[in-house]
């Protein structure tokens, strides 16, 4: 927990933030005006209720925004099927994870000790979540020319790079349910937490012998797309 005594801040904390601060300026190019908002955008649920979650709603579609834009000018020969398949790989979840690992994330992120033994600092959804929240908080401090400017900066080297848009994970769990002659997946809601207005859903998903998985999310489909990839996850290793 984090101690205020007479007013003054505590010199670790005062530490801590001033390396966020400049960390900020390094990757993003601006200066912090409420540097809270960035520890925000860092954090992720395990460790306290001030989560990443609103500003990584906001960042995904700035993102989205800046991404068509830039694709829309840079490939003017494209067809829309062509501009969809850009599009779709380069603000997917892995790709914005890559950036993560770029600007080396994990070693800012604030996770539980729950999350951390779980490897969530160097998992996928976590760190491309996590881009995309401070993302958000560049845009509500700096508005959308610094958030572009960011993503031009480090989606660039990936502008070029043809991938095929990521399948979804409850699709792939599917297909690899039926090629080993398993049975349909099937998913259950294990517990539903968190006030109305932002609940959270923990969904268990289960291919009988084959083996199952459990993971939560913001929506029950958040977390049954959450749950498969856990268990697609245990099959490749």
Known sequence: ?????????????????????????????????????????????????????????????????????WIYGRFPNDAEGQLSQRFNSLVSGETCAEVGRTINLSSRMRLGKQALDDGAYDSD?????????????????????????????????????QRSAPRHPKSELQEWAAAHNRRTPVYEIVERSGPHHAPRFKVKVSLGSAGEASAEGKSKQDAETQAAAALLERFKK
């Open 125 to 161: 959804n976590v760190l491309g979540d996590v881009v995309e929240a401070l993302i958000g908080a560049v845009f509500l401090e700096h508005g959308l020319e610094a958030a572009g400017s960011f993503i031009r900066t480090q989606w660039e080297p990936l502008l070029n790079v």
């Open 1 to 69: 927990m984090d101690m205020v005594h007479s007013g003054q801040m505590e010199p670790d904390r005062r530490d801590v933030l001033s390396n966020l601060s400049a960390w900020v300026k390094d990757v993003f190019g601006v200066t912090p005006k409420d540097i809270s908002l960035y520890e925000r955008a860092l954090t992720h649920g395990s460790h306290g209720s001030e989560t990443y979650e609103r500003l990584e709603f906001l960042g995904d579609r700035v993102l989205g925004l800046v991404v068509a834009q």
